[in-house]
């Protein structure tokens, strides 16, 4: 609340007229002032209170969120891991198949070579 005597001075200065320290205007003013303050401070309690409800709701929504991206990329890594343990089990069978597909491969030339050189050394 503004000093009695400044809401005196203001009045006297802008208006010309000239209260009196027991005037019903101040008593008026203090009345206002008071209600004023105790409804601020009501206003900010649940100002304080909401925001903290919506704090709370964002930090769940948060938590869920964050918890299904977790939960998601933990299954991606998983699948990842497995699908690379596949793949190292498949290698050596493929490197078998293809080293036996070499052996095969280098045998027919082989025999192919010696039916040739036979075939060149008898005509």
């Given at each position: 609340?503004?000093?009695?005597?400044?809401?005196?001075?203001?009045?006297?200065?802008?208006?010309?007229?000239?209260?009196?320290?027991?005037?019903?205007?101040?008593?008026?003013?203090?009345?206002?002032?008071?209600?004023?303050?105790?409804?601020?401070?009501?206003?900010?309690?649940?100002?304080?209170?909401?925001?903290?409800?919506?704090?709370?709701?964002?930090?769940?929504?948060?938590?869920?969120?964050?918890?299904?991206?977790?939960?998601?990329?933990?299954?991606?890594?998983?699948?990842?891991?497995?699908?690379?343990?596949?793949?190292?089990?498949?290698?050596?069978?493929?490197?078998?198949?293809?080293?036996?597909?070499?052996?095969?491969?280098?045998?027919?030339?082989?025999?192919?070579?010696?039916i040739a050189a036979f075939t060149m050394a008898f005509f």
């Open positions: 609340m503004i000093d009695q005597d400044e809401i005196i001075r203001i009045v006297a200065q802008e208006y010309g007229l000239l209260l009196d320290k027991n005037d019903p205007i101040l008593a008026f003013l203090a009345v206002h002032d008071t209600l004023s303050e105790a409804r601020r401070k009501e206003l900010a309690a649940d100002i304080r209170r909401i925001t903290g409800e919506y704090q709370e709701r964002a930090k769940g929504m948060a938590e869920t969120i964050v918890g299904d991206a977790v939960q998601k990329i933990a299954a991606e890594g998983a699948s990842l891991q497995n699908e690379m343990r596949r793949l190292r089990q498949q290698q050596p069978t493929d490197t078998r198949r293809l080293i036996g597909t070499i052996k095969l491969a280098s045998g027919i030339v082989s025999a192919a070579l010696i």
